[in-house]
């Protein structure tokens, strides 16, 4: 595709659930980045894949977030046991790099995720 | 935890002044680059200043980088009203501050 694309846009769930949320990144980029933007706030890192090398997870704010990514196509951010605090929009996005986090960043639209 | 940090955390100024943002990090970088935000979208890359750069332009734009004093400035000249956003910087994509909301009067 032309760009990142994301799914689902919005995302209502019940406390206690789990999540799933989906990033197509644009084809040939092989850096993927999750970021959680909270309202009125900046971008939190959450994790970084780059190739086929062990993902960075430093971002990950608890045992209760995971993400996968298969080779260097789709990614997965899978959320547990969702808390109402995890209520965000939930941001990836992709670079064509040949270093670490050096890449100009292409963001899909983001998944806006409701937990009641 | 975020360590970027952008000031001032609002601006409103009217079409055609410039503005000015600032930010500060606490980690040493590789790069630094400037992001712009509509309202509920995406982020759009706007600019990337490399640590052994201390000016880039690109149109409008002006980035500074003091790598001293772990600090950038993004200036935007003959502002217009389409430049309302917020503005991040991103330091080695990994650190975000919490943006500058800036507003363009026409």
């Known amino acids: 595709g032309a760009g990142v694309s994301q799914s689902p846009s919005n995302k209502v769930t019940e406390k206690g659930k789990d999540v799933e949320l989906r990033c197509d990144p644009i084809?040939?980029?092989?850096?993927l980045y999750w970021y959680r933007q909270r309202l009125g706030q900046g971008l939190e890192f959450l994790i970084y894949?780059?190739?086929?090398?062990?993902?960075?997870k430093s971002g990950l704010p608890s045992d209760r977030f995971s993400a996968e990514r298969t080779g260097e196509s789709v990614s997965t951010l899978t959320i547990q046991r969702t808390q109402q605090e995890d209520s965000a929009v939930y941001l990836c996005?992709?670079?064509?790099?040949?270093?670490?986090?050096?890449?100009?960043?292409?963001f899909g639209e983001g998944s806006r995720l409701t937990v009641l | 935890s975020q360590q970027g940090e952008e000031d001032p955390q609002a601006l409103s100024i009217q079409e055609g002044e410039n503005a000015t943002m600032n930010c500060s990090y606490k980690t040493s970088i590789n790069n630094l680059q400037w992001y712009r935000q509509n309202s509920g979208r995406g982020l759009v890359h706007l600019i990337l200043?490399?640590?052994?750069?201390r000016e880039k332009h690109s149109g409008r734009l002006r980035v500074t980088l003091d790598t001293s004093k772990k600090s950038s400035s993004l200036l935007i000249t003959a502002s217009r009203a389409a430049d309302t956003a917020s503005y991040f910087c991103g330091a080695n994509n990994l650190f975000f501050g919490t943006g500058t909301r800036l507003t363009v009067i026409p």
């Open positions: 200043i490399r640590s052994n750069e």
């Open positions: 996005a992709s670079s064509l790099q040949v270093l670490a986090n050096t890449g100009e960043l292409f």
């Open positions: 084809s040939g980029h092989t850096a």
């Open positions: 894949f780059q190739g086929n090398s062990a993902p960075d």
